[in-house]
């Protein structure tokens, strides 16, 4: 149901198409749950984005990565030591998914999920969305060695994805912290 009653009906359309992405993925996004779940008039999705679904899937995508980017670069950002960033981030992703109580997930991740080969563009834009994660996640780690905070950075993010996965099947959020844990320990010996 429409929750962002203030916002005009384009930003209500994005806010649905990102809601409706992270619970089901772009199977769970099509036109009618869109106009639906954000009370926008029908016409208005044409008007807006003449393109259809793959315009406003792309556009949502954006703004939901750009989301992610400050929300991780805010969790790790308050703390110092590597450990304690890696705890940082992982306990912020354990409370994102019990706030919204295990049926959200990585709007990103659930999307690549439903990539047929003839979304080659949307793809890419996914790639760039997991790309500009693992680089923000990289320049908070000062490790001796370029390629292995690179890797690190691509492991996080690896861990991040699968423990949404666990937390939305396990309905716990407890996936996210024990791999903070680990990678936490991990980080710490890297120094």
Known sequence: MNTNTGLGSRERMIEATIALMRRSGLSGAGINEIIRESGAPKGSVYHFFPNGK???ATEALAIYSQRVLDFMDQ???????????????????????????FEQSCAVGTVTLDLDTDLEGLRV?????????????ARHFDFADTRRIESFAGLVLTAIEGA??????????????EAGVWLAELAERRR
């Open 54 to 56: 793959l315009q406003i």
């Open 75 to 101: 969790a790790m950002a308050r703390k110092r030591l590597p450990g304690d960033k890696v705890r940082a981030l992982f306990d912020a992703f354990a409370k994102r998914v019990e706030e919204g109580d």
């Open 125 to 137: 834009v996914l790639a760039a969305a997991f790309s500009e994660w693992a680089a923000l996640i």
């Open 164 to 177: 949404y996965i666990r937390c939305r099947a396990e309905r716990s959020s407890r996936p996210f912290k």
